[in-house]
C-alpha cells in the first residue's frame, strides 16, 4: 500500500503543510462477520507479547489507516502473531 500522510503526524518537527508517502506491506488481512481482520507476524524474540505490541504500535496504525481508506469502513481490528512463543495478541 501507498497512502499520504501529514508529515508532523510522522515526525511532530516535521512542517504541517508537508505530506509525506508512506508505504508498507500488509502481510495478512481479511474480511469476517463485517469487520478488517488485520494481521501482523514478527519474529522478534521477547520477554513479554506488550513490548512487541508497542515496538510495532506506529506500524499497524498505518496499515489500519490504508485499510481504512481502501475499503471505506472504520472497522478494522489488528493482531501481532509473535512466533517466537506462538503468542497473538490485539493491538
Do not use: R, W
Amino acid at each position: 500500500f501507498v497512502i499520504s500522510v501529514n508529515a508532523k503526524e510522522v515526525d511532530s518537527s516535521l512542517p504541517e503543510t508537508e505530506t509525506l508517502c508512506v508505504q508498507g506491506v500488509i502481510d495478512c488481512y481479511f474480511e469476517y462477520d463485517g469487520k478488517i481482520i488485520l494481521v501482523d507476524y514478527k519474529t522478534d524474540v521477547y520477554e513479554t507479547p506488550s513490548e512487541v505490541a508497542i515496538k510495532y504500535s506506529k506500524q499497524l496504525y498505518y496499515y489500519e489507516k490504508a485499510l481504512k481508506a481502501k475499503y471505506k469502513t472504520k472497522n478494522v481490528q489488528k493482531f501481532l502473531y509473535l512466533m517466537h512463543k506462538n503468542d497473538i495478541i490485539e493491538v
